[in-house]
């Protein structure tokens, strides 16, 4: 059997071409400290990989998602402690009111406190997250979740519905929570007892008559204001539930993700070690090649001659 000059030209270059690519791809993989460097140098471990990084992708999101729902549930924490406070003061005032010896002028100037009362809260019920959405208004996030009519009447102008936030992947949690179900829930309408209180504290006390429905009027207002405290309480309750359980789903993704990671990097991650043996190999096979290829190309029947 002959052997042509060009075939033999072919097959020499052939191979010294493999090896070079073979040279080549190893140093990629060890500048990249990739040993996957496309689909087609391990098919089943780049697959699993695109499974495992999608999977590490919606963690992360969810990890995002829960930021989102904490910064919302804080400001509604804030609020409400800022509401529990504000109603423990109206409360003080109420046991102030009854005492016989204040005239109709000081209760008029205890009138005037509640006022300044019913507005701050008012406001706080309109309050606003750090996105700029109002916090109670249900969906109706652009519309104040209450308002005054002109017989100082408060009405909800917001809805039930609650935004709920996928916080983890079988997870949906309620970052917010109805104006209506917090100040005009467990029984009592906060805003309408601050309204009647301030107009009892109005009203002149002339007759016993009179004084027997002040005393009334305290007491009714004391009561709806117990109810009021103790609503804001268990929404509050709520809110901080919710938040530990935040807490709780953080340190599960952060082990997710970190198991993720190893996933990943048993997968692609290249042995340097093996590499660079590898590389050694490749570079000496190469110029092994190299030289016999010049050796056996530079061989002719005029070197018999």
Do not use: C, W
Request: hydrophobic share 35%; proline share 2%; net charge negative.
């Amino acid at each position: 059997m002959r052997i042509s000059t060009q075939t033999l030209f072919e097959t020499g270059a052939a191979r010294i071409g493999e090896l070079q690519s073979g040279l080549v791809k190893t140093h990629q993989q060890i500048a990249s400290g990739r040993r996957i460097l496309s689909p087609s140098d391990d098919p089943v471990a780049a697959a699993r990989a695109l499974e495992v990084s999608q999977s590490q992708s919606l963690n992360t999101q969810h990890g995002l998602n829960r930021q989102h729902a904490k910064s919302a549930l804080s400001a509604v924490e804030g609020t409400l402690s800022s509401v529990t406070s504000l109603l423990q003061d109206v409360k003080t005032t109420v046991i102030a009111a009854g005492n016989g010896s204040y005239s109709d002028t000081e209760r008029g100037f205890l009138a005037t406190e509640l006022r300044g009362r019913f507005e701050q809260l008012l406001g706080l019920a309109n309050g606003r997250d750090a996105t700029g959405n109002y916090m109670f208004s249900g969906f109706q996030t652009t519309t104040p979740a209450f308002s005054e009519g002109v017989s100082g009447a408060v009405q909800y102008d917001g809805d039930q519905g609650q935004r709920l936030i996928q916080v983890d992947s079988t997870r949906q949690m309620a970052a917010s929570s109805p104006g209506q179900a917090v100040f005009q829930g467990g029984g009592q309408d906060v805003f309408e007892t601050l309204n009647n209180l301030i107009t009892l504290l109005q009203t002149p006390v002339v007759t016993p008559a009179d004084g027997d429905n002040l005393t009334a009027g305290l007491a009714t207002a004391n009561g709806n204001l117990d109810l009021a405290l103790d609503n804001v309480l268990t929404v509050r309750a709520s809110v901080g539930s919710r938040l530990q359980e935040l807490e709780a789903l953080d340190n599960a993704g952060a082990d997710r993700n970190q198991q993720y990671s190893q996933i990943l990097s048993d997968l692609q991650d290249l042995d340097y070690a093996e590499a660079l043996t590898q590389l050694s190999q490749q570079q000496f096979t190469l110029e092994a090649a190299q030289r016999s290829f010049v050796t056996v190309s530079g061989l002719s029947l005029f070197n018999f001659l």
